[in-house]
């Protein structure tokens, strides 16, 4: 365990924005929250990023804008999408274009970690191999 | 005449006296009558009467002289033989003597007549000889002539002479002078002689002059005009019987000048005798008026007028006429004072008047009164253009027309109106009445009238008209307005029967003369419907109160029923006394219905607006889903954390503690985000009542009909008439065929090779069920979808949630009914509503 892994959570629900960020902790990660991807997108911790966590439906940049754009910028961090709105259409776009998981919300902790533990393992490994 | 001088030579001197006289008659009588009345013609007179009395003596004389004959004659005849020649020659004489003569015996018989005689009787000489002497005289004078017979013969040889009247044998009358006398005859019988003269021209001159006399005095006494005359030198004084009774002296008293001097009213003495005296130094004739002072205090007035003459003699004499003019004087007087109370009355009433002389076209007479309307001079005459240029020249035209018309007309009264133009630029309004005055020959020579200023009547007239037309258009105004306000207007009386109700009420059809005298309480139709409302409208009225729209129902003319609003407000007389009410109504039946149609409209409005809110539930349900995800899954989230912080090796009970107050918060997010949701869609309380569903179906059409266009839908109805009554809330059952109908709108959208047709069928089963079907020909409904197009959160719509279907099955459910798909068509989709009836529910 050199550097525990850096967790980005971008949500306009500030609620659900402090609750995610409270449940990762809880288990021991770092976590940085932001209130939406343009404000990510500005940090200093977007390189050390380890994982994305982020709403989908957004006021100016959706998710998948979010994730389209850090692809094209050459950032390969997982994404794991949440949303209060499920919709079949945006889950099969958001996996095709490689999120790790969608999730409805409200949805299960232990769900959540598990994406999160496939993310960094897929993360890490990716970056090991 | 030549014959007479030849055969009686010595009565030549004696015939030639007699005829001079008759010739100087002739000649200052004729051809002209002498006029009595003439001072002038009295030497005539007095020439006349002496050549008369002259020609009578002389007369008289020749008759002696002829008797004087007779009995020489008388002699002769005694000699026969010697004097028969004679005889003959007197025969002759008798004959054709120019004097009647007649013989009669003592009983009156008439013997003999000369022929001059019997022809100026108109008979003949034997027609006379042998009767009776009376029969040529007039029946009453007969005794006379009887008694003067007698005379003669009792007096022998005496003449006598008297006047009478005989008859001709015509019947004609004529005066002779008789001179008669009794002789001896042969036989020593006794005869009267009688020579007549015709005097009947004299008579007739006598009788002119008698009647002359007393015509003048007669005058003299009429005209209270007495004559005298007056000589200087004598002293001596004629009066006639006038001029004593004018200075009241007895006639017989003795005349001279100091008689009138006595009676003279002292103040006018001086004037009197001045003016005499003045005559008498002149020698010329004088008038003057001076009083005199009666014996019993009165006073006369009397006019003098005399003129000096001389006599024959030389000497001045005053022949002159005073005239008692005391009644004119006193006319005078009272005239003056008539005038002055008519001036003054004329300048009171400004009433001029005036005599106008149609053919010299000047002012006759005009009062002090109309020259000071036409501001004329009282002292100078004003000429025709004087006149013209006073009058208003409009007025000119018109005035010159009034004499024209009315000496056409000739007579009776006339009236016109014109203006005075005053110099100083005033103008007077005149108006004038007048009438015409006919002259002898039926012209018309003058018009009288008066003329009346009017300037003030006429600008108070004015005043009062101008008033009258402000208040006339103020009426009108206000009239205006009513009528612009309401239908009619109305007034009743203190016992509140209408009394007036205005003409126009045609447009609402109620006939003014059916209501008068009926009460509003009688008219109206909803008196028994409504008791509170009429019981309190009458209290009003019996309170005298005013009152403003009250409404009833009343039915018109033609029975349709209408409704009216009525405002009214008591009038009371000057004492207070109340009156009754005036007022408007208007028939309001347009704006009851209207009002009516739009409160229907205003809650299918309100419906459509629920309604479209719930079909919209489906794009709702996104953000609903979203608004109540996010507190849950913070909430989810929080709890999870939370197990975290405790099922560390040491558990951080602060931060689980913290989480789980923040799961309470949003918690209680959550609720709050599904009250707001419940408080949008829902809509007061629902009401279960009998309900045709045929009317929610036309509900539901005029709600959607603006759908139905934009989408290039038609619509068909097959609704069966009288279909049982079913219960339920309207508002629910409209939403749920609305969201059929929409639905159907909607699958028909994509459809562009057939007509887009939606049909909405009403019918019922043996089971006495209401089915109502939506019919679309849109895409259709799977076989898969048809199992599931009722679930919750199904949809075949990107962008709903799925929640209408499910919602109308539950409301559907609700109501004892369901909601299905009754058949899967190609193309489209029926839905089928099945509901039970309205006493099945109740059972």
């Known amino acids: 365990m050199s550097t525990p892994p850096l967790i980005s959570i971008v949500d306009d629900d500030g609620s659900v924005r402090a609750a995610i960020n409270n449940l990762l902790k809880s288990r021991g990660y770092i976590v940085h929250t932001f209130v939406s991807a343009e404000e990510f997108l500005r940090s200093p911790h977007l390189n050390g990023t380890s994982c994305v966590i982020t709403d989908v439906q957004m006021s100016t940049m959706s998710g998948l804008d979010l994730l389209t754009h850090m692809r094209a910028q050459g950032y390969s961090a997982p994404f794991i999408f949440i949303t209060a709105f499920p919709d079949d259409r945006v889950r099969a776009r958001a996996l095709s274009a490689g999120a790790i998981c969608f999730l409805a919300k409200p949805f299960a902790g232990q769900h959540l970690i598990r994406c999160l533990d496939t993310a960094l393992d897929k993360h890490r490994g990716g970056a090991s191999a | ?40 013609d009295l030497p005539v007179v007095v020439a006349f009467l002496v050549a008369s009395i002259i020609g009578t003596h002389l007369i008289g004389k020749v008759r002696r002289e002829r008797e004087v004959a007779l009995e020489a004659a008388a002699r002769l005849r005694r000699s026969e033989a010697e004097l028969r020649d004679r005889e003959k020659q007197w025969r002759e004489i008798f004959e054709h003597n120019p004097v009647m003569h007649f013989m009669v015996n003592a009983t009156g018989m008439v013997l003999n007549v000369n022929t001059f005689g019997a022809t100026q009787l108109g008979y003949a ?91 003048l005095a007669q005058a003299q006494e009429l005209s209270r005009t007495g004559s005298f005359g007056w000589n200087v030198a004598t002293g001596e004084v004629h009066w006639s019987k006038e001029t004593f009774r004018i200075f009241q002296y007895d006639p017989s008293t003795k005349l001279n000048p100091q008689l009138v001097v006595d009676r003279t009213h002292p103040e006018d003495r001086a004037a009197v005798r001045e003016t005499i005296d003045r005559a008498f130094q002149n020698e010329e004739g004088f008038e003057h008026e001076y009083r005199l002072l009666m014996p019993d205090g009165s006073v006369k007035h009397l006019h003098a007028l005399a003129r000096a003459i001389r006599t024959a003699s030389g000497d001045i004499e005053f022949v002159g006429a005073v005239t008692d003019i005391t009644a004119a004087k006193q006319a005078e007087q009272q005239l003056r004072r008539s005038e002055a109370y008519l001036a003054e009355a004329q300048h009171l009433s400004h009433t001029g008047s005036w005599s106008w002389d149609v053919h010299r076209l000047e002012f006759v007479y005009r009062s002090a009164e109309t020259d000071r309307l036409f501001g004329f001079d009282p002292e100078q005459a004003v000429s025709i253009e004087t006149i013209r240029s006073r009058i208003h020249p409009d007025d000119l035209p018109r005035l010159q027309e009034v004499p024209r018309q009315a000496i056409e007309d000739k007579g009776g009264h006339f009236e016109y109106d014109f203006r005075i133009l005053l110099p100083d630029g005033a103008i007077r309004r005149i108006h004038s009445v007048a009438h015409a005055v006919v002259g002898s020959d039926g012209s018309v020579s003058e018009l009288i009238g008066t003329h009346m200023d009017v300037t003030e009547q006429h600008a108070a007239r004015e005043r009062l008209e101008r008033a009258l037309a402000a208040l006339r258009e103020s009426e009108q105004r206000f009239r205006d307005y009513a009528e612009t306000a309401s239908d009619w207007l109305w007034e009743t009386g203190p016992d509140h029967r209408i009394t007036r109700f205005s003409e126009h009420t045609s447009a609402a059809g109620i006939l003014a003369t059916r209501v008068v005298g009926l009460l509003r309480w009688e008219i109206a139709g909803d008196v028994e419907a409504e008791p509170e409302k009429w019981r309190q409208h009458r209290a009003t009225l019996d309170a005298r109160l005013p009152f403003r729209d009250f409404i009833y129902r009343t039915v018109t003319q033609m029975g349709s029923p209408i409704y009216v609003r009525t405002s009214g407000k008591p009038f009371f007389d000057a004492d207070g006394n109340f009156l009754g009410y005036r007022g408007v109504s208007t028939d309001i039946t347009a704006t009851i219905r209207a009002d009516q149609a739009e409160r229907e409209l205003r809650k299918a409005q309100a419906e459509l607006a629920h309604v479209t809110r719930v079909t919209t539930l489906g794009e709702l349900t996104t953000s609903i889903a979203h608004e109540i995800n996010q507190p849950l899954a913070a909430i989810v989230t929080n709890g999870e954390a939370c197990l975290g912080w405790l099922g560390r090796e040491t558990p951080d009970l602060s931060a689980a503690r913290c989480s789980v107050e923040w799961i309470i918060e949003d918690g209680i997010r959550a609720s709050e985000v599904i009250r707001r949701i419940r408080a949008l869609a829902k809509k007061g309380e629902i009401e279960m009542v009998p309900l045709d569903i045929n009317d929610i179906v036309k509900d539901v059409i005029a709600l959607v009909t603006r759908e139905l266009v934009s989408h290039q839908v038609s619509l068909r109805t097959e609704l069966t008439p009288a279909l049982p009554l079913i219960l339920g809330d309207r508002v629910q059952l409209q939403q749920v065929i609305t969201n059929l109908v929409m639905n159907g709108i909607e699958a028909m959208q994509t459809v562009s090779d057939r007509p887009r047709e939606l049909v909405i069928r009403s019918s019922h089963d043996d089971m006495g069920r209401v089915h109502l079907a939506v019919a679309d020909c849109g895409v259709g409904i799977t076989e898969e979808d048809a199992d599931r197009v009722f679930n919750p959160f199904f949809t075949t719509k990107s962008s709903g949630l799925g929640m209408g279907l499910s919602i109308c099955r539950s409301i559907v459910e609700a109501h004892g009914g369901s909601l299905s798909i009754a058949r899967k068509q190609e193309p489209g989709a029926t839905f089928q509503l099945v509901l039970p009836l309205h006493k099945e529910v109740v059972s």
């Not at chain 2, 030639?16 to 002209?32: E, V």
């Open chain 2, 1 to 40: 005449m030549i014959l007479v001088f030849s055969l009686m030579g010595s009565l030549i001197p004696s015939a030639m006296l007699f005829i001079l006289p008759f010739a100087a008659l002739a000649y200052f009588f004729a051809p002209p009558t002498f006029n009595l009345n003439d001072p002038r």
């Open chain 2, 125 to 215: 000489p034997s027609e006379l000889v042998g009767h009776s002497v009376l029969k040529v005289f007039l029946e009453e004078d007969r005794p006379f002539v009887r008694e003067r017979v007698g005379l003669c013969i009792e007096t022998v040889g005496q003449s006598h002479t008297w006047e009478i009247q005989k008859i001709r044998k015509d019947g004609s009358v004529l005066w002779v002078r008789e001179n008669a006398k009794a002789m001896q005859w042969a036989e020593d019988k006794l005869v009267v002689l009688i020579a007549c003269e015709d005097i009947t021209e004299r008579k007739r001159t006598e009788t002119a002059l008698r009647r002359s006399e007393a015509h």
